[in-house]
């Protein structure tokens, strides 16, 4: 099995960061590609930003220059760093890892979620 674990999320005034956090562990083989997605209430859950094995990059438009993204592949580990929050940014955030397993299983891990809320 593979677990996904995200954390660092809370509360936030505008304008302020925040940084998460997103484990996977488990019976990994290898990681291929790490993301971070969200949902907001009412709304589809769209992709944030997402990391490829080698370091490649991409961001949603309305991200791009205040999120980092980045990643520790010895830690299976894969970092969200959000600057100059706005309040549309609330939403629970989703990290996803696509995994092969030890048992030649290839597929999308998903976590539980962390709640990101920003204060106008």
């Known amino acids: 099995q593979v677990q996904v674990v995200e954390s660092g999320g809370g509360l936030v005034q505008a304008g302020g960061s925040l940084r998460l956090s997103c484990v996977a562990s488990?019976?990994?083989?290898?990681?291929?590609?790490m993301g971070w997605h969200r949902q907001a209430p009412g709304k589809q859950r769209e992709l944030v930003a997402g990391?490829?094995?080698?370091?490649?990059?991409n961001y949603a438009d309305s991200v791009k220059g205040r999120f980092t993204i980045s990643r520790d592949n010895a830690k299976n580990t894969v970092y969200l760093q959000m600057n100059n929050l706005k309040p549309e940014d609330t939403a629970g955030y989703y990290c996803?890892?696509?995994?092969?397993?030890?048992?030649?299983?290839?597929?999308?891990?998903w976590g539980q979620g962390t709640q990101v809320s920003v204060s106008s």
């Open positions: 488990g019976s990994i083989s290898s990681i291929y590609s």
């Open positions: 996803n890892a696509y995994v092969r397993t030890y048992y030649s299983v290839q597929r999308d891990y």
């Open positions: 990391i490829s094995s080698g370091g490649s990059t």
